[in-house]
């Protein structure tokens, strides 16, 4: 079983940052993390990935150029580095854990385990 708790949301002003971790428990964790977002009366949809050991990325359209995700395997935390927001990034932010997928992973249906969402508010 895999935990994850993720920490770091809040309200900005558009054109601010945030900076979101997830944090993992369990005995391991080589696994490719996701992170969705699900805004007010939309669907879940995906936001950034980050393979197993780090060595590749992958970014909706909407967020290229200003999310990068990255993860500390030592300190089972991946991070979502959010800059120039919108406030069409306002939504609630899960992270997400999947073991064995074919890379890139895209689908929340393809992933095992989800935390409990943190919401990021960006006002105009």
């Known amino acids: 079983q895999v935990q994850l708790v993720e920490s770091g949301g809040g309200l900005v002003q558009a054109g601010g940052s945030l900076r979101l971790s997830c944090a993992a428990s369990?005995?391991?964790?080589?696994?490719?993390m996701g992170w969705f977002r699900q805004g007010p009366g939309k669907e879940r949809e995906f936001v950034a990935a980050v393979s197993r050991l780090g060595g590749s990325t992958d970014y909706a359209d909407s967020v290229k150029g200003r999310f990068t995700i990255s993860r500390d395997n030592a300190k089972k935390t991946t991070y979502l580095q959010m800059n120039s927001l919108k406030p069409e990034d306002t939504a609630v932010y899960y992270c997400a854990a999947d073991f064995g997928g074919l890379w890139p992973l895209e689908r929340a249906s393809q992933y095992d385990f989800w935390g409990q969402g943190t919401q990021v508010t960006v006002s105009s």
């Open positions: 369990g005995r391991t964790f080589i696994y490719t």
